[in-house]
């Protein structure tokens, strides 16, 4: 085994004269990379960075993300990337606090505010340039950074993560570089990354899923990182993502049910023959979006099923014949996927239950020093699916998302995928007040893109479902709120 660094280091000298980062109209090498890693390592180590040191990340999901990350783990510490669009309630929950933490200029002002008000506890600041001219200025060579042996010990914690986001609970979780690194390699020997590939990189780098799929994909076999060349909302991206996937030949674009919903918008039929696999996560894609995706770009969406305790659990790398939208496929390299009843019992194919997982890539304990909760090695993902005879997993939803009406039992996608096939409505979410012992409670909230009768849509799902599943109120919203990887906010309905 060995640390997330070391796998950098061997794959700069596999690939040095390689392209490693596009960015607009900036190309980094692997060797240019390294240097400006050695560079950034030299800036924090004089800031008091050590081994062993937490060091959080406050940057945007740019190379300067990249570059900043890798220079953290070379001295031996451990990165905790956050998520830059978090606000004032937000940081609040976490309760963050920390010795270094790594922002901009843009950022500088707002965290020094928070700190000031003890929103946040900082002890020191470290602003770096993220002006694109650091990458247009190469870096000049500098002495090789002394390591300490210590630095390259695998156990140590390489990053820690917040989970738990879509209950508003959010736990601090360690992992260290024995399971990222586990993960790297199994990601690559089930999903075939190599120096060939591009990989589009327009996921938030501070998410499990884009860390991973996106940019440890790319440290652990060569292959080129892609950026979006500026920040602006995917929305309005659309043509910069065609033209990235068509001029950058990009053949590994990993996503999620957001991006891709906004993509199937996209007004034209485009061919790109250079794409190989294109995969979604987070939360299941919709078959309309599916479909679209296919007609318009002839490429089909695998989706991958994870978690942030246990990282790449499964993906559908199905022959085009057997592939859909509604099965996540069969368990990574190294992972051994189960389904139990409420007892622990393993469940016969097809049947409903909890799902369970074995793997090298799960993290085992919580910053807070509570450890995560295995039964005879087994974790439980707090997700409901089943098996199929062929091995194949179907996702059913979350065990705390299962409603309860007169003890008929349905989860609330159920309900919210019936409801986004009324006419003009774009997303549904459902919540059920178990406060009020009256009604059964269940609400509905939509987002439409034309006005809607409320009347007519109540109509519709008495129409289609039993009366135990039917929402007693509809609320047209603006927005659903969500988190930057597209996931619902439940928890924050009514």
Not at 25 to 33: A, G, S
Not at 175 to 196: A, D, I, N, P, Y
Not at 226 to 251: D, G, M, S, W
């Amino acid at each position: 085994m060995t640390t997330l660094s070391q796998i950098f280091s061997s794959t700069v000298e596999l690939n040095k004269d390689k392209e490693a980062i596009v960015y607009g109209h900036y190309r980094l090498t692997w060797q240019e990379l390294s240097e400006l890693v050695d560079q950034h390592a030299v800036h924090l180590k004089a800031e008091g960075v050590t081994c062993g040191d937490t060091v959080g990340l406050w940057l945007a999901s740019t190379p300067f993300f990249v570059i900043n990350y890798l220079a953290i783990l070379k001295l031996g510490a451990c990165v905790m990337p956050l998520n830059i669009s978090l606000k004032f309630a937000d940081l609040l929950r976490l309760k963050l606090s920390l010795k270094f933490l790594i922002t901009s200029n843009k950022f500088k002002g707002a965290l020094e505010e928070y700190n000031k008000s003890s929103i946040i506890n900082i002890q020191q600041l470290i602003v770096v340039n993220d002006d694109y001219q650091c990458l247009k200025n190469k870096p000049q060579s500098i002495k090789p950074i002394h390591i300490d042996q210590e630095s390259n010990n695998e156990n140590l914690p390489a990053v820690k993560l917040f989970s738990g986001g879509t209950t508003g609970i959010s736990k601090q979780l360690i992992k260290s570089h024995v399971e990222c690194v586990t993960e790297l390699k199994q990601s690559r020997q089930s999903m075939g990354f190599s120096s060939s590939d591009s990989i589009l990189c327009i996921l938030p780098l501070n998410h499990a899923h884009g860390m991973a799929n996106a940019f440890w994909a790319s440290i652990g076999s060569g292959a080129k990182l892609v950026f979006l060349p500026n920040e602006l909302p995917i929305p309005l991206q659309l043509k910069n993502i065609v033209n990235l996937l068509k001029e950058e030949r990009v053949t590994v674009f990993p996503a999620i049910p957001f991006i891709f919903d906004h993509l199937a918008k996209w007004p034209y039929q485009e061919r790109l023959p250079y794409l190989r696999l294109c995969f979604s996560a987070g939360i299941q894609l919709k078959e309309a979006t599916y479909k679209l995706i296919i007609e318009k770009f002839n490429i089909p969406i695998r989706q991958l099923y994870g978690c942030t305790e246990a990282g790449a659990i499964s993906i559908n790398m199905a022959n085009l014949s057997r592939l859909n939208n509604s099965s996540v496929g069969k368990g990574m390299k190294g992972v051994t996927m189960r389904i139990v009843d409420e007892r622990g019992h393993q469940v016969a194919n097809n049947d409903l239950g909890a799902i369970e997982v074995k793997s090298r890539t799960i993290a085992t304990q919580y910053a807070n020093g509570e450890k995560l909760s295995f039964v005879n090695g087994w974790y439980r993902t707090g997700d409901m699916g089943r098996l199929l005879n062929d091995g194949d997993l179907i996702i059913e939803g979350r065990k705390e998302l299962m409603l309860d009406v007169a003890g008929y039992k349905f989860f609330a996608n159920e309900v919210e995928c019936l409801i986004e096939q009324y006419e003009n409505v774009v997303e549904a979410a459902i919540t059920q007040d178990t406060n009020n012992i009256n009604t059964i409670g269940i609400k509905a909230y939509v987002v439409v893109e034309k006005v809607i009768n409320e009347r007519f849509l109540s109509e519709f799902c008495k129409n289609n479902l039993p009366s135990y599943k039917c929402p007693q109120e509809i609320e047209v919203v603006e927005t659903l709120p969500k988190n930057s990887m597209g996931k619902l906010q439940r928890h924050l309905l009514g």
